[in-house]
């Protein structure tokens, strides 16, 4: 009878190691992982972000973007520094305000495209996130992103972004899956300069997703 219960207890410590050994190193699938989380994002309704971007200019590396942003629906709102400048602006629909930096006045552009394209990826950061193909997508370990457990995978796509197709090459894309939920968190962006072969570095960061955001018209 103490055999037979031993035999029992041994047999239960193999199960739970071997669940064990097997969560530590179960390894996702790649490509499912960041097609699924890419989705996830695309399709979330509201979400706050940063976006940073590097460059290196003249030999040096300037911070050209640095910004706060949030969207609901169709509408979105930034703040923070573009090229040196302060930027403030919000879109709702098809209308774009926009702070001026010095009467801190607002100025209304209504269906302003040309001015849309110019903060395409500020306004829309999920822009940068359009890809035609994945290409090969490798795991390259684990990290955390604002507290979160991610997958972190690195790949070389072809982008669908009119815009950084005509000024950048090479891309090198980083992205951060969150394990919890599956959902795309954090985005790094490497790629060099069509003229200059200067590189260039853009990081994406997502929180709030789902939840709702308030952006309403300024007062003018």
């Given at each position: 009878?103490?055999?037979?219960?031993?035999?029992?207890?041994?047999?239960?410590?193999?199960?739970?190691m071997?669940?064990?050994?097997?969560?530590?190193?179960?390894?996702?699938?790649?490509?499912?992982?960041?097609?699924?989380?890419?989705?996830?994002?695309?399709?979330a309704?509201?979400?706050?972000?940063?976006?940073?971007?590097?460059?290196?200019?003249?030999?040096?590396?300037?911070?050209?973007?640095?910004?706060?942003?949030?969207?609901?629906?169709?509408?979105?709102?930034?703040?923070?520094?573009?090229?040196?400048?302060?930027?403030?602006?919000?879109?709702?629909?098809?209308?774009t305000?926009?702070?001026?930096?010095?009467?801190?006045?607002?100025?209304?552009?209504?269906?302003?495209?040309?001015?849309?394209e110019?903060?395409?990826?500020?306004?829309?950061?999920?822009?940068?996130?359009?890809?035609?193909?994945?290409?090969?997508?490798?795991?390259?370990?684990?990290?955390?992103?604002?507290?979160?457990?991610?997958?972190?995978?690195?790949?070389?796509?072809?982008?669908?972004?009119?815009?950084?197709?005509?000024?950048?090459?090479?891309?090198?894309?980083?992205?951060?899956?969150?394990?919890?939920?599956?959902?795309?968190?954090?985005a790094?962006?490497?790629?060099?300069?069509?003229?200059?072969?200067?590189?260039?570095?853009?990081?994406?960061?997502?929180?709030?997703?789902?939840?709702?955001?308030?952006?309403?018209?300024?007062?003018?």
């Open positions: 009878m103490k055999k037979r219960g031993l035999w029992l207890l041994i047999g239960i410590g193999i199960v739970l071997g669940g064990f050994l097997g969560r530590y190193y179960w390894q996702p699938d790649p490509t499912y992982l960041v097609t699924h989380g890419l989705e996830r994002l695309n399709t309704t509201s979400f706050r972000y940063s976006l940073t971007q590097h460059q290196w200019v003249e030999g040096k590396d300037r911070v050209l973007t640095q910004i706060l942003g949030e969207k609901d629906g169709g509408n979105t709102r930034i703040l923070g520094q573009l090229v040196g400048s302060e930027v403030e602006m919000i879109k709702i629909g098809d209308s305000y926009s702070k001026d930096p010095f009467s801190k006045k607002w100025i209304r552009f209504a269906n302003a495209p040309a001015a849309q110019v903060f395409l990826a500020e306004l829309n950061p999920l822009s940068s996130l359009q890809l035609k193909e994945l290409g090969e997508v490798m795991l390259k370990g684990q990290d955390k992103v604002n507290g979160s457990k991610t997958w972190v995978f690195q790949l070389r796509p072809s982008v669908q972004n009119q815009m950084m197709e005509v000024f950048w090459t090479e891309f090198q894309y980083t992205l951060y899956i969150r394990k919890s939920d599956k959902m795309l968190v954090k790094t962006i490497e790629a060099k300069n069509k003229a200059k072969s200067d590189p260039m570095t853009m990081t994406l960061e997502f929180k709030d997703i789902g939840k709702k955001i308030d952006i309403h018209v300024p007062d003018i």
